[in-house]
């Protein structure tokens, strides 16, 4: 049977039916829709689901979700994971930034890496024998557009285009490589830094801005959102078979 996963994200709550390894169905809308859990209900047969949400309505949802699945799991910083996590404060560490952690080790097998999530706000997470050992927070690509255009009394507002190498020759153009290749240059600092301590990590780029990226880094692998879709997946299966629920 297939399980239902609900994230809760900053702007968006993401809604994933996964069997195993594998993304059935997904879909973002701005909040949490019980009318469309009921119709994926009668489309998959769940009988289990995860809820993880960074804006906080997380038991809201378990609430709702109670009424039409059997079991229902809410991740919060007490959630037993499958993998080991050395951070100091569990409880500030963001569900997104554990799943795609579990996603990687569990799901993909990889041991060693810097996880660059490239969503609201850049994520830089380390990964060293499996063990989750922190990481750095960083504006995202969109947020930088906006931080220049609203601080600013006469800066347009600009979009993510490639990063091209090149000094901009219009404003425009200047606000948009300025941001583009301020990340890219970021990223590659990280990146060398982490290659230079230890060969075997590798580089995994993960979230909606990684595209942009992910071919001007060497070594880098891109993995589709349904990495953090599959980790939370494998943190509900683990605690079922607990029967931590």
């Known amino acids: 049977m297939a399980n239902l996963i609900v994230d809760e994200g900053n702007t968006l709550c993401k809604i994933a039916v996964v069997d195993k390894s594998e993304v059935l169905y997904e879909v973002s809308a701005p909040d949490f829709d019980l009318a469309k859990v009921a119709e994926l209900k009668g ?3 769940l009988d289990k689901a995860i809820v ?6 997380a038991e809201y949802i378990c609430e709702q979700l109670r009424s039409k699945i059997e079991k229902v799991l809410h991740f919060t910083s007490q959630t037993e994971v499958p993998i080991e996590i050395d951070y100091s404060s569990p409880q500030t560490l963001g569900a997104d930034r554990i799943a795609t952690a579990v996603g990687v080790v569990c799901e993909m097998g990889v041991k060693d890496a810097l996880v660059v999530d490239m969503g609201s706000a850049i994520t830089f997470d380390v990964i060293e024998n499996g063990v989750f050992k922190g990481g750095n927070i960083s504006l995202g690509v969109a947020m930088r557009f906006r931080a220049l255009h609203e601080f600013t009394a006469a800066l347009p507002l600009c979009g993510a285009t490639e990063p091209n190498g090149e000094f901009g ?3 425009k153009e200047a606000i948009e490589q300025g941001v ?4 890219l240059h970021e990223i590659e ?3 060398e830094r982490i290659s230079a ?10 979230g909606g801005d990684a595209e942009s990226f992910v071919n001007r880094i060497k070594s880098a692998i891109f993995a589709p959102r349904k990495l953090m879709f599959t980790g939370l997946n494998r943190i509900l299966e683990y605690n079922v078979s607990k029967n931590n629920i």
């Open 197 to 206: 301590a230890n060969v075997k990590k590798c580089i995994i780029f993960c």
């Open 180 to 183: 583009m290749q301020g990340v």
């Open 43 to 45: 489309q998959f047969s």
């Open 169 to 171: 020759h219009s404003t």
């Open 189 to 191: 600092g990280y990146a």
């Open 52 to 57: 993880a949400s960074t804006r906080g309505g």
